[in-house]
Every structure is written in structure tokens, then in C-alpha cells.
């Protein structure tokens, strides 16, 4: 196994404040939200109310900086690929299978390698949540 060498969000660019941010704001905007265990911020809202609920959450994006990102580096993909080879070695070690690795260069050019996607679907094979929120404290994304 490669060893993981990187704090959880960190290659990705990912703020790992961003769920706690937008959580924060949201709820400064009027929305009841909460944070699930494996991350993300989920909102119970009426159907008429989904639309208004995107545009805040792009509001929130926009006033938090999360908004219109430049596109990573090459250096910035290299280091997240690496990253993610990590990972997936990461849950091979926990016992589960990852396939369909992209070559580097697939990767850099936008092959899509999400490990984490591949434990997770189809649903009925995916972990528990508190299997994945263990996962995830064992193996952080990059």
C-alpha cells in the first residue's frame, strides 16, 4: 500500500471547512440544513422551495470563495492522482476492490478515478454508514 501522506482535502482543493461553511450560511440564509455523517449539507425543503435553495447555495459558494475555481495545474492533477493511487491502496487494504485505474496521463487529460465511487455503487454492495464514516476517517480522500 502506498502510504497516505496528504490531510483529507487537501490535493483535491477541497476546503475541509466547506461543509461547516456552507452549512453556516445557508442557515444564516434562512434554510434549515444539517450536516450528514458522511459529509455534504442536506436541506428538507418544499418542491417550491428547491430552486430558491440552489441559488442561495450559489450565493453561498460565490461569498465563500468556493465559486468559479481555476482549473488545477498539471502538477496540481500529478499530486492528486498520486493522492487518489494512495487511496485506493488505502481500501484495498480494508478490503475492498478497486478497478479501472486510469493511467496518469488518462487521469491529467480528465479520465474520471474516484475510488470511493467504486465501493459505493451499486448501493446494495456499499458499506454501511458507519462502515463508510470509519472509512473515511481511515482512508481521507485526497
Given at each position: 500500500?502506498?502510504?497516505?501522506?496528504?490531510?483529507?482535502?487537501?490535493?483535491?482543493?477541497?476546503?475541509?471547512?466547506y461543509?461547516?461553511?456552507?452549512?453556516?450560511?445557508?442557515?444564516?440564509?434562512?434554510?434549515?440544513?444539517?450536516?450528514?455523517?458522511?459529509?455534504?449539507?442536506?436541506?428538507?425543503v418544499?418542491?417550491?422551495?428547491?430552486?430558491p435553495l440552489?441559488v442561495?447555495?450559489?450565493?453561498?459558494?460565490?461569498?465563500?470563495g468556493?465559486?468559479?475555481?481555476?482549473?488545477?495545474?498539471?502538477?496540481?492533477?500529478k499530486?492528486?492522482?498520486?493522492?487518489?493511487?494512495?487511496?485506493?491502496?488505502?481500501?484495498?487494504?480494508?478490503?475492498?476492490t478497486?478497478?479501472?485505474?486510469?493511467?496518469?496521463?488518462?487521469?491529467?487529460?480528465?479520465?474520471?478515478?474516484?475510488?470511493?465511487?467504486?465501493?459505493?455503487?451499486?448501493?446494495?454492495?456499499?458499506?454501511?454508514?458507519?462502515?463508510?464514516?470509519?472509512?473515511?476517517?481511515?482512508?481521507?480522500?485526497?
Open positions: 500500500m502506498q502510504p497516505i501522506d496528504y490531510s483529507p482535502g487537501e490535493l483535491s482543493g477541497i476546503d475541509p471547512n461543509d461547516e461553511n456552507m452549512a453556516r450560511c445557508l442557515t444564516d440564509a434562512g434554510y434549515d440544513v444539517w450536516i450528514p455523517p458522511d459529509g455534504g449539507v442536506q436541506a428538507k418544499p418542491e417550491e422551495q428547491l430552486s440552489q442561495a447555495g450559489d450565493a453561498c459558494e460565490a461569498e465563500l468556493y465559486a468559479n475555481r481555476p482549473a488545477p495545474s498539471v502538477q496540481e492533477l499530486a492528486l492522482y498520486r493522492g487518489l493511487l494512495a487511496l485506493a491502496g488505502c481500501l484495498g487494504d480494508a478490503g475492498y478497486i478497478s479501472n485505474i486510469p493511467s496518469e496521463q488518462a487521469f491529467i487529460d480528465g479520465a474520471v478515478f474516484d475510488p470511493y465511487g467504486q465501493i459505493l455503487i451499486p448501493p446494495e454492495n456499499a458499506p454501511s454508514n458507519e462502515e463508510y464514516a470509519s472509512l473515511l476517517d481511515q482512508c481521507p480522500m485526497p
